[in-house]
């Protein structure tokens, strides 16, 4: 920055070129592209659906809108468009719409490049400064959006007719920038019109002015389809402005469902006890989200957002870490009953369909116990417990729930030889104690849910107890 140009004259000097924002996007995009670089970091599961899109617009120049149920990292990928921008821009000094010191368009840069010439002050701004961003909102107004009279400046002994005393709203102060609008549909129609000139002519006009403002914005905006027919709807002269609609989506995987959560959860842990969520485990709290998205007892059309995974996969630590508190333990395993926390966390995040009262509670637990056994069928050869079942049909009984020591439970390797081989396929050939006696849990509630053993009580804080079906 040290070595930047401080005026006009200086700049053309050193033979910084201005372009507009759209193509000074679509080269830093090319550049990418080219290098076989994703457009940004962070948004996974989208390589082969989304961003091929998201590339054709950007490539095109378009103005996109985003289609998709929450969750689906609209935002974040709308936010992260800013890293393809120039990291530093020239503006002329003081302007509070980002004026391009070779074609000024505000009065104020205007008057002073013409009474300046080439010393004229010129300011860098970051990247991260020209992004603006509004939640759409039934008051939202056109003064937010484009402006309004300042009445302060008017006081100050302006005249009414003077450009100067206008205030900007936020589209004109993110010109030669990105500016987003989430959740579009919620945006009163007569406010949608006021942003067709955005759209097309590319300009704004502010109350009964003889002005016009040539704006140079990328335009990207959010909605959730349900937003077109519950609580708004976008207008269809404004749908045809946008270049191009891209239709999000949840994880197609329950694999990729799990990378999200590792990225974005924080496994909770105090001093010096220290939490673990085996890949097991991880692998059950996004099949349960999978599972909630094709159940007809859960509402698809508010969808099931992979928030519901992070949080789930957080509960699930923290239960976890209260366990351990409570039984002393310095090293805690999540096991199968701590998932009955996640009714907690669920139940804000999904809309329960169910024809009688009270029954919301069951429904969870009944897709809690199908993830257990779709993972358990994935994840346990059928061979390693056929020993084991036979061990419960000899006479072995379990106990199991969050009041038994880990100790106690991974003793029944002792008790059950034949619980070694499916435990040590689950541990990675870990023997630890803690991460022995989660993996036992786990098999037993799966030879359980298989219909191979039978089970008194339930998996909770009351604790459960496994024996054979004889």
Same mark, same amino acid.
């Given at each position: 920055?040290?070595?930047?140009?401080?005026?006009?004259?200086?700049?053309?000097?050193?033979?910084?070129?201005?372009?507009?924002?759209?193509?000074?996007?679509?080269?830093?995009?090319?550049?990418?592209?080219?290098?076989?670089?994703?457009?940004?970091?962070?948004?996974?599961?989208?390589?082969?659906?989304?961003?091929?899109?998201?590339?054709?617009?950007?490539?095109?120049?378009?103005?996109?809108?985003?289609?998709?149920?929450?969750?689906?990292?609209?935002?974040?990928?709308?936010?992260?468009?800013?890293?393809?921008?120039?990291?530093?821009?020239?503006?002329?000094?003081?302007?509070?719409?980002?004026?391009?010191?070779?074609?000024?368009?505000?009065?104020?840069?205007?008057?002073?490049?013409?009474?300046?010439?080439?010393?004229?002050?010129?300011?860098?701004?970051?990247?991260?400064?020209?992004?603006?961003?509004?939640?759409?909102?039934?008051?939202?107004?056109?003064?937010?959006?484009?402006?309004?009279?300042?009445?302060?400046?008017?006081?100050?002994?302006?005249?009414?007719?003077?450009?100067?005393?206008?205030?900007?709203?936020?589209?004109?102060?993110?010109?030669?920038?990105?500016?987003?609008?989430?959740?579009?549909?919620?945006?009163?129609?007569?406010?949608?019109?006021?942003?067709?000139?955005?759209?097309?002519?590319?300009?704004?006009?502010?109350?009964?002015?003889?002005?016009?403002?040539?704006?140079?914005?990328?335009?990207?905006?959010?909605?959730?389809?349900?937003?077109?027919?519950?609580?708004?709807?976008?207008?269809?002269?404004?749908?045809?402005?946008?270049?191009?609609?891209?239709?999000?989506?949840?994880?197609?995987?329950?694999?990729?469902?799990?990378?999200?959560?590792?990225?974005?959860?924080?496994?909770?842990?105090?001093?010096?006890?220290?939490?673990?969520?085996?890949?097991?485990?991880?692998?059950?709290?996004?099949?349960?989200?999978?599972?909630?998205?094709?159940?007809?007892?859960?509402?698809?059309?508010?969808?099931?957002?992979?928030?519901?995974?992070?949080?789930?996969?957080?509960?699930?630590?923290?239960?976890?870490?209260?366990?351990?508190?409570?039984?002393?333990?310095?090293?805690?395993?999540?096991?199968?009953?701590?998932?009955?926390?996640?009714?907690?966390?669920?139940?804000?995040?999904?809309?329960?369909?169910?024809?009688?009262?009270?029954?919301?509670?069951?429904?969870?637990?009944?897709?809690?116990?199908?993830?257990?056994?779709?993972?358990?069928?994935?994840?346990?050869?059928?061979?390693?417990?056929? !020993?084991? $079942?036979? =061990?419960?049909?000899?006479?072995?009984? /379990?106990? &199991? *729930?969050?009041?038994?020591?880990?100790?106690?439970? #991974?003793?029944?390797? !002792?008790? $059950?030889? =034949?619980?070694?081989?499916?435990?040590? /396929?689950? &541990? *990675?050939?870990?023997?630890?104690?803690?991460?022995? #006696?989660?993996?036992?849990?786990? $098999?037993?509630?799966?030879?359980?849910?298989?219909?191979?053993?039978?089970?008194?009580?339930?998996?909770?804080?009351?604790? #459960?107890?496994?024996?054979?079906?004889?």
């Amino acid at each position: 920055m040290v070595n930047r140009a401080s005026t006009l004259g200086e700049l053309r000097a050193s033979g910084w070129e201005s372009v507009p924002v759209k193509e000074e996007i679509r080269r830093n995009a090319v550049a990418r592209i080219s290098a076989g670089e994703p457009l940004f970091e962070g948004v996974l599961g989208y390589e082969h659906t989304v961003m091929p899109q998201l590339e054709n617009a950007l490539l095109a120049g378009h103005d996109v809108i985003f289609l998709g149920e929450r969750g689906q990292a609209k935002t974040r990928m709308i936010r992260s468009l800013t890293g393809l921008l120039d990291e530093w821009m020239p503006i002329v000094a003081g302007s509070e719409i980002n004026d391009d010191p070779y074609n000024p368009v505000s009065r104020h840069a205007r008057d002073l490049v013409a009474e300046l010439g080439d010393d004229t002050p010129v300011e860098w701004v970051h990247r991260d400064v020209r992004f603006g961003e509004k939640l759409a909102t039934p008051d939202t107004s056109i003064a937010d959006l484009i402006g309004e009279v300042d009445p302060i400046k008017v006081a100050e002994g302006r005249y009414l007719s003077d450009e100067l005393t206008l205030h900007y709203g936020l589209v004109p102060r993110t010109n030669r920038g990105i500016f987003a609008i989430n959740e579009i549909p919620d945006l009163a129609e007569r406010i949608q019109v006021g942003l067709l000139n955005v759209l097309e002519e590319r300009d704004v006009q502010i109350r009964g002015y003889k002005i016009r403002l040539p704006l140079d914005v990328l335009l990207v905006a959010s909605a959730n389809p349900e937003d077109y027919t519950n609580r708004g709807r976008i207008i269809t002269p404004l749908k045809d402005r946008f270049g191009s609609q891209i239709r999000t989506h949840y994880p197609l995987d329950a694999e990729t469902e799990m990378a999200i959560m590792r990225q974005e959860a924080r496994t909770p842990s105090v001093g010096d006890v220290q939490v673990e969520i085996p890949a097991y485990m991880e692998h059950v709290v996004a099949t349960f989200s999978q599972v909630a998205r094709s159940s007809n007892q859960v509402n698809q059309r508010s969808g099931v957002s992979v928030r519901l995974s992070v949080s789930n996969l957080e509960v699930l630590g923290a239960n976890a870490l209260r366990r351990g508190l409570r039984a002393g333990e310095r090293s805690v395993v999540a096991r199968v009953s701590d998932l009955s926390s996640l009714a907690a966390s669920t139940s804000g995040k999904v809309e329960i369909e169910a024809l009688e009262e009270g029954r919301e509670g069951a429904i969870l637990e009944n897709l809690v116990k199908a993830s257990v056994l779709s993972v358990f069928k994935e994840v346990v050869p059928p061979e390693l417990t056929r !020993d084991v $079942v036979s =061990a419960f049909e000899a006479g072995t009984v /379990a106990h &199991t *729930g969050a009041d038994i020591p880990s100790a106690e439970l #991974a003793s029944l390797l !002792d008790q $059950v030889p =034949a619980l070694r081989g499916p435990v040590l /396929a689950l &541990t *990675g050939g870990l023997e630890s104690v803690p991460a022995v #006696a989660a993996a036992i849990e786990f $098999v037993l509630e799966g030879l359980h849910l298989s219909k191979r053993l039978n089970k008194d009580g339930a998996s909770g804080a009351a604790g #459960a107890t496994y024996r054979g079906r004889n």
